[in-house]
């Protein structure tokens, strides 16, 4: 009989402090619907109907170090059908020297060639199926040749982006300079480099998100 008291004078005393530091299911609600329309209230500023507004809130959204504000800045830049405000963006992630992927596929090219255009100046063997990937640090803006500068373990700092008013170019392994397309998956590509008067079709890629 002592047992059972005990047992069940515990079990009132662990509901009854259980039930006053949980949340009530209206209280949940409150604070979700808070969290989204604070989300919705930045999304609001982005699409305003004022593009000069919305590229307004755009830089200062990229420019107020909030990991969350930043994210929604770069997405919404990034996937914008306005060129000026995607480079903005574009030219923002650059600015935070980021660690890019750059793809290469060669399938169509002859492989002496590919392995020329790609081995030059960046030391990659294609696969067989003549595809290739490296990793390559921006490591800042060079204002004298306005491009966003790289370096790898083959070459020293060089340029390998710039972005010319709405365009973004990639300098391939011949120091020429191709203009990149931006694809929906959120990737620049460009096609068709060429590296000491070899010219192979390889279409080079740049994920960006």
Do not use: H
């Not at 982005?46 to 994210?71: F, T």
């Not at 790609?118 to 803006?141: F, K, M, Q, R």
Request: aromatic share 8%.
């Amino acid at each position: 009989m002592t047992k059972c008291f005990f047992w069940g004078a515990a079990l009132s005393i662990l509901a009854g402090a259980a039930s006053a530091q949980s949340l009530s299911v209206a209280d949940l609600q409150a604070k979700i619907d808070a969290e989204l329309s604070k989300g919705n209230e930045y999304v609001e500023l982005l699409n305003d109907p004022d593009p000069a507004r919305a590229l307004k809130a755009m830089e200062l959204m990229l420019e107020s170090g909030d990991d969350v504000l930043v994210k929604a800045a770069l997405d919404y830049g990034i996937y914008s059908p306005d060129k000026n405000v995607r480079n903005l963006a574009i030219k923002s992630f650059l600015d935070t020297s980021p660690r890019l992927e750059i793809q290469f596929d060669g399938k169509k090219a002859d492989r002496a060639d590919l392995e020329r255009v790609i081995g030059s100046l960046y030391g990659l063997n294609p696969n067989e199926d003549g595809y290739a990937v490296t990793t390559l640090d921006i490591e800042g803006y060079d204002s004298d040749a306005n491009c966003y500068i790289m370096k790898n373990r083959i070459a020293n700092s060089s340029c390998l982006l710039k972005i010319v008013g709405e365009v973004v170019q990639y300098r391939s392994t011949d120091q020429r300079w191709y203009e990149m397309e931006f694809l929906d998956s959120g990737a620049l590509t460009a096609a068709t480099i060429q590296s000491y008067n070899v010219r192979a079709e390889v279409k080079v890629t740049i994920p960006l998100r």
